[in-house]
């Protein structure tokens, strides 16, 4: 019996730590005690936020749409909300991000374009265009070869 | 200043967020289910497999221990893998993983101690390198009693770990079809899938088993029992069985009531053409090999290329399943308007590449764990 004895203490001290694991993140999170390792360190809880919280934290958000960007390009700002296109900014240049003081990455490949003009079962015509013939449409040039991005042509 | 955005949705609107990492996932874990199975199967019923316990036990060990790598690769922040041991949760189901997913573990390190424990006590007197010695020495936790009744003590211990570990990793399959139905796609949300995807598993359990134990007798020498790859064989070909019928019968079910299931399956049967040809013709083709196997092997002879071909063909065919599952459920839009496809990239954390790797993982840790433990002594041929 002593051996059975011995490996339950290993187990049984794996447990505890375990335990005090659990209960120590919890105590020093607000799901059991709300405000405690407030009152206690007079910081916000160690593990009160989640993972997600903690890495967003840490990037300012910069996702301020098309109004932001009208500060600057007004030209195109006019120009894409008379076309086709008038939907914003950030659905092809992606986020501002830190913009003025980085460049902005603009994906001009025919595979960005036809991500959404591409014929699909259950894409709705009338809501979008589709390029039924893509294959040989324009074969081997940009889109924006002859498309205006921001202000594109329809027949 | 007109600033009308278009709204709506353009169908499909979803992409397929699970790539072949995630069907590694349940993979993996229904191998293990199976082999602890098998290794139940040893212990309680079957006196003539207690040749091949030590060799189960060993090699599931690093199944166990590989089987979160597909979801650390899959979710970044390897960091943060520890916490979902520390922050049980019970109104998560998946939550309740980590729970599970650790009682395995030890369940299965007691049973490896119990078991090894007289080889562990007799190299901790007898080994020659110095550092090996300190090892076991450790190992022993200082118990070096190997009599008769402590031995007896050993079989009862390892006799209750099983039953432990055995309604754990029956629990621990439950991920697997967790995954098709938390996308709650019509072909996958039925109630049998459970019990297929459990024989499903246990069947591809049964079949890395019998790999093994060619490989380690060949490794080892030892003499191979047709008795032990016949009793196998048996089980594998009616587990294989159960989780095939039971999968045919639910899709004819589907295909009589014209379900709509059946719509689902019809759609996406032109993106899982090869999956679903491997799932059926693999599962026919693993049963007569199989039958074939214990035919054989009851007249006393061994017919090693039809293990392998019989053994492999069912891992084949459990992946396929797996991936017809996890990719399969996700490929359908939710509002039967049209499916995306799916092709895994061969480079970059979730490309073939790195799945091959998580695959290879527990093989590349089995020798290691057998050098510390050997399942066999090993036997040198005498040279004349």
Known sequence: MKQVERSLIVFINILIIFIIAIFGLRVMGEEVYPGYADRIFGVKGIYGKSGEEKELEKEPIHAEGREDCRKCHQEIYTKSNEGKHSFDCQTCHGPLGEHPSTDMIVTNSREFCLGCHRSTIGRDPAAIRIVNNWEEHGKGRLCVACHDPHSPWFD | ?384
């Not at chain 2, 008769?148 to 003590?153: M, N």
């Not at chain 2, 490989?215 to 003499?223: G, K, M, P, Q, S």
């Not at chain 2, 059946?262 to 999956?275: F, H």
């Open chain 2, 1 to 384: 200043m007109s600033s009308e955005v278009v709204e709506g949705f353009v169908y499909p609107n979803h992409e397929v967020f699970w790539g072949v990492l995630i069907v590694i996932y349940p993979y993996l874990v229904s191998i293990i289910t199976g082999m602890v199975t098998v290794y139940a199967i040893a212990e309680f019923w079957r006196k003539e497999l207690k040749d091949i316990e030590k060799l189960v036990v060993i090699s599931s060990l690093p199944f166990v221990l590989s089987a979160l790598l597909p979801l650390l690769l899959d979710l970044g922040h390897p960091q943060r893998a520890f916490e979902i041991y520390i922050t049980p949760n019970f109104s998560s189901v998946m939550a309740v993983f980590g729970i599970v997913y650790l009682t395995e573990l030890f369940a299965l390190l007691g049973e490896m101690w119990f078991l090894f424990r007289v080889d562990i006590v007799r190299r901790a007197m007898n080994e020659e390198n110095s550092v090996l010695r300190l090892f076991y020495k450790i190992l022993t936790l200082g118990v070096y009693d190997t009599d008769e009744e402590a031995i007896k003590v050993d079989r009862k211990a390892i006799k209750i770990l099983t039953g432990v570990e055995l309604i754990a990793a029956w629990c621990l399959s439950y991920v697997s079809f967790l995954f098709g139905v938390v996308k709650s796609n019509p072909w996958w949300n039925t109630t049998i899938l459970p019990v297929s995807f459990v024989f499903g598993g246990l069947a591809a359990g049964g079949a890395m088993v019998m790999l093994l134990y060619l490989l380690f007798t060949e490794f080892y020498r030892v003499d191979r029992k047709p008795e032990i790859i016949s009793t196998l064989a048996n089980y594998v070909f009616y587990f294989m069985l159960a989780a095939f019928a039971l999968e045919t019968i639910n899709t004819i079910l589907y295909a009589y009531k014209e379900d709509v299931a059946w719509a689902v399956i019809k759609l996406a049967s032109t993106q899982l053409a090869l999956p679903l040809a491997i799932q059926v013709i693999g599962s026919l083709e693993a049963l007569l090999f199989l039958k074939y196997v214990c035919y054989k092997c009851n007249m006393g002879k061994i017919n090693t290329p039809f293990i392998v071909i019989a053994s492999i063909t069912i891992l084949v065919v459990v992946f396929a399943m797996r991936w017809n599952m996890v990719i399969g459920a996700q490929l359908i839009d939710y509002g039967l308007r049209g499916f995306v496809s799916y092709t895994p990239p061969l480079w970059g954390r979730e490309g073939l590449i790195a799945a091959l790797a998580v695959l290879m993982a527990p093989l590349i840790m089995l020798p290691i764990v057998a050098y510390f433990f050997p399942p066999y002594e090993k036997r040198v041929r005498a040279v004349l």
